[in-house]
């Protein structure tokens, strides 16, 4: 068990250009959520995944914004032309199929310039 | 959504004590309550689960009205390590979990 694993951990980026971001989860942990964390600001719910299947969206996750899990492991959440709005720091966290605690990784910070 | 949580920020002194309130416009299934570092991802404290209960562990210990929606987490006699933003988190039906606004604790000697 190695914890939840976030990559990169820091992305600077221009506007307008695409990032893809990495989660691999804690194996065996069938829910996967995505959160954007702003400076001082609790961390934003964005989707939630149990294994493959995205079950909730978040409206504020736009159109620019997508996440797959395509074989209920690893999972992607791509921006596309990003803006200086989407700097942030994006959060994943797994947990396992009963109502326990949630595992963060240590974030990936997206840095729009 | 977003469960509201007060206060805002609190100042205490080494050895003094603090309560944090969460509150939520929905039915709550579990409150969950972090902890972040400055820079650091959240770390779990607690889970509370519905039935209303009671939990803790050393200083800290929550609880959870479910009637009310709303959780409380204490912490007595705090110490410098228990600096950080609180946060609790909430599970509703349908599985989706928020978290709540934040209370940032400062510890000071």
């Known amino acids: 068990d190695t914890g939840v694993s976030q990559d990169p951990r820091h992305k600077i980026t221009k506007r307008g250009q695409n990032v893809t971001f990495r989660c691999d989860p804690i194996?065996?942990?069938?829910?996967l959520y995505w959160y954007r964390q702003t400076l001082g600001q609790g961390p934003e719910f964005l989707t939630y995944?149990?294994?493959?299947?995205?079950?909730?969206k978040s409206r504020l996750l736009s159109d620019r914004f997508s996440a797959e899990r395509p074989k209920g492991s690893f999972s992607t959440l791509e921006i596309q032309r990003t803006e200086q709005g989407d700097s942030a720091m994006y959060l994943c966290a797994s947990s396992p199929p009963a109502r326990v605690k949630a595992f963060f990784g240590q974030g990936t910070r997206l840095t729009v310039v | 959504q977003q469960p509201v949580q007060s206060p805002q920020a609190v100042i205490l002194r080494e050895g003094e004590d603090a309560v944090i309130n969460c509150s939520s416009s929905?039915?709550?299934?579990?409150v969950h309550w972090y902890r972040q570092k400055h820079g650091e991802a959240p770390i779990f404290l607690m889970i509370?689960?519905?039935?209303?209960e009671q939990k803790g562990h050393d200083k800290i210990s929550a609880s959870f009205n479910e009637k009310k929606q709303q959780s409380s987490l204490y912490l007595t006699a705090s110490q410098l390590s228990y600096s950080g933003t609180y946060f609790c988190?909430?599970?509703?039906?349908?599985?989706?979990?928020?978290f709540g606004t934040g209370t940032s604790l400062t510890v000071i000697p």
């Open positions: 194996s065996e942990h069938n829910r």
């Open positions: 509370l689960l519905k039935g209303g």
């Open positions: 995944f149990q294994n493959e299947a995205q079950l909730e």
């Open positions: 929905k039915a709550l299934y579990s």
């Open positions: 988190g909430t599970e509703s039906t349908g599985n989706q979990f928020y």
